[in-house]
């Protein structure tokens, strides 16, 4: 449904994916009244709001004002009580109800701003479009998911908003592109970046980084050698694989461009290889984990570990490692508890005995070839803790002698109160006889006179 410019525009921002991927690939905060005012291309902003833990951002508040940007907290949850460095944003859940509670009671709004890069919010793309509503993503190039810039209806990069910014990389402009034969020597760069980020070259991204890096770049405003005009982008790849710039692999579930000399097979491999050494992608910073101790694995556990990963150690998930010791712990072939398996996996990485790759998004952990030879080489604890441990069991000692007293002391004292008792039996069966109550938690009865 084309509703033109006549409905209102709702715009919502990741502000935490926006300020990581800005300060990363550029310099200084992100320039909030340029995205509103790019947003307003498309329609009246009826609604602006900027999802955030705002208690880390607190500086930026002031930005949104002045934008009439309207701040909406999302609280970083604490995985693990025990350990509060570990945080999970709220940002992406918040978000996609809020849009959702916009497009229900909103009939107004004709699109919908996303001012995001992240993944994620490809099943919100999808339901906003089967509403009939305009999607529009806004992002920086480099870091937004090609996953979900295909789905939208409209792509926006962050970089050709603002003028005149300071940047990481050098760019060129469209003015200078007179034939695809000067796209080819960026488009070359780009693979080899991505090969450095471990990033799978598909369609998408790469015209999504030459858009990045051209500005203005449209490959249906190019010619091939023949003076035809391109009509699609994979028209545009085609020519260069025709020219021997590029090689297209489509027996994949998703095409995606090579370098001539590389293959599916030894590309993988060098990404692989290279992947602890490679620049980091841009991301959310990871929080260092403090005051934990890491026990030394055991080496039963790490044969166990062994034996369970696939014959070429491609790597297994942290989840199918755990899954696959603990079946041989029901068979009886690995006699540990559940905590000691855990206690010892997590040790296997931090000492590096486990080392881990981003493969499509997920984190595979390969086991290190001298793994026992690490093994070996990691110390057992600190005289200082073994002499916290004495102390600790000179105080459980101290203790229990301390209760032994106790019970000494408790001893006596009831051995006196029987002999009191007794005494006091013996003065009553010379008087009258007679034996006094039991007592039974009360105090006796007066007898009758």
């Not at 340029?34 to 607190?58: H, L, N, P």
């Not at 978000?95 to 009671?105: G, P, R």
């Not at 699609?232 to 095409?255: E, M, P, Q, W, Y």
Request: charged fraction near 25%; proline fraction near 4%; aromatic fraction near 6%.
């Amino acid at each position: 449904m084309d509703r033109g410019n006549t409905g209102d525009v709702a715009v919502v921002i990741d502000y935490e994916n926006l300020y990581y991927s800005v300060t990363q690939c550029y310099s200084g905060y992100p320039n909030l009244e340029q995205i509103i005012e790019a947003a307003e291309k498309y329609g009246r902003v009826a609604s602006c709001q900027a999802f955030a833990d705002w208690g880390q951002f607190q500086r930026s508040l002031s930005f949104l004002l002045r934008a009439g940007i309207q701040p909406v907290f999302c609280p970083s949850v604490a995985t693990d009580p025990n350990q509060q460095q570990e945080k999970k944003s709220s940002v992406d859940p918040t978000m996609c109800v809020y849009a959702m509670k916009l497009l229900y009671t909103c009939p107004n709004l004709h699109t919908l701003v996303l001012v995001t890069g992240d993944r994620d919010f490809i099943p919100l793309v999808m339901e906003a479009r089967q509403m009939g509503r305009k999607v529009v993503v806004l992002g920086i190039g480099r870091t937004m998911s090609s996953d979900l810039a295909a789905l939208a209806d409209d792509v926006v990069l962050y970089r050709d908003l603002v003028e005149n910014v300071e940047t990481k990389g050098a760019r060129n402009d469209v003015s200078r592109i007179k034939s695809a034969e000067d796209v080819y020597p960026t488009l070359t760069e780009i693979i080899k970046e991505a090969r450095k980020l471990g990033k799978t070259t598909t369609l998408g991204y790469v015209k999504l980084c030459l858009k990045d890096r051209i500005h203005g770049f449209d490959e249906t405003t190019l010619e091939d050698a023949k003076g035809r005009k391109f009509k699609r982008f994979k028209d545009f790849i085609i020519d260069a694989v025709g020219k021997g710039k590029v090689k297209l692999n489509t027996a994949g579930s998703a095409n995606e461009v090579y370098l001539p000399d590389e293959t599916p097979r030894t590309r993988n491999t060098a990404t692989r290889k290279n992947g602890q050494n490679a620049a980091p992608e841009p991301s959310r910073p990871q929080r260092q984990k403090a005051g934990k101790n890491y026990v030394k694995p055991q080496e039963d556990i790490v044969s166990a570990v062994q034996s369970v990963m696939p014959k070429d150690n491609v790597g297994l998930a942290f989840t199918r490692i755990k899954q696959s010791l603990a079946e041989r712990k029901r068979n009886g072939t690995l006699e540990h508890t559940h905590t000691e398996i855990d206690s010892s996996l997590k040790g296997c990485i931090h000492f590096g005995l486990l080392s881990g790759e981003k493969v499509r998004g997920v984190m595979v952990y390969q086991l290190a070839d001298d793994w026992q030879e690490r093994l070996t080489a990691i110390e057992d604890p600190a005289p200082s803790q073994q002499g916290g441990a004495d102390e600790k069991g000179a105080t459980s000692a101290a203790e229990a002698g301390a209760g032994e007293k106790g019970a000494t002391s408790t001893a006596e004292a009831g051995a006196g109160e029987k002999g009191v008792t007794s005494t006091a039996e013996g003065a009553t069966e010379a008087a009258g006889g007679k034996t006094p109550a039991k007592r039974r938690g009360k105090a006796n009865k007066p007898s009758r006179a």
